[in-house]
Nanobody, 120 residues
Framework: VQLQASGGGLVQPGGSLRLSCAAS????????PGWFRQAPGKEREFVAA????????YYADSVKGRFTISGDNARNTVYLQMNSLKPEDTAVYYC??????????????WGQGTQVTVSS
C-alpha cells in the first residue's frame, strides 16, 4: 500500500489543522494506521494510532485530548485532527500502516512527511 500525507502548514498557537493520509494500491481498512512526527534534531516519535476497526485508539501523552485519529473507509483515508496546537508540535508528520492490529506491532508502510509549523 502507498501512503500520501497532506494537510500540513503554518498555524498560530492555539489553532487547528487536519492532516490526511490517503492510501492507494490496497484498501486502508486492511491495515491499522498510525501517525508519527519528527522535530528538527530529534528522533521520530509516536503520536497516535488506531486499531484496524477504528474502535480503539492510542495517543502519546503529549497530544492526548488535543489530537484525534480517525478514518474514512469510503475515501481510503486516515486523518489526524490537531487542535490547540503548541509550538512544540512543530515537526514533520508521517502516516504509517501496520499489518498486525496490535498497537505494539511494527509499521510496514510509511508515507512521506508533511510539515507542520506552529508559530506566531
Amino acid at each position: 500500500v502507498q501512503l500520501q500525507a497532506s494537510g500540513g502548514g503554518l498555524v498560530q498557537p492555539g489553532g487547528s489543522l487536519r492532516l490526511s493520509c490517503a492510501a492507494s494500491g490496497r484498501t486502508f481498512s486492511n491495515y491499522a494506521p498510525g501517525w508519527f512526527r519528527q522535530a528538527p534534531g530529534k528522533e521520530r516519535e509516536f503520536v497516535a494510532a488506531a486499531s484496524r476497526s477504528g474502535l480503539s485508539t492510542y495517543y502519546a501523552d503529549s497530544v492526548k485530548g488535543r489530537f484525534t485519529i480517525s478514518g474514512d473507509n469510503a475515501r481510503n483515508t486516515v486523518y489526524l485532527q490537531m487542535n490547540s496546537l503548541k509550538p512544540e508540535d512543530t515537526a514533520v508528520y508521517y502516516c504509517a500502516a501496520r499489518s498486525l492490529d496490535s498497537f505494539y506491532a511494527k509499521y510496514d508502510y510509511w508515507g512521506q512527511g508533511t510539515q507542520v509549523t506552529v508559530s506566531s
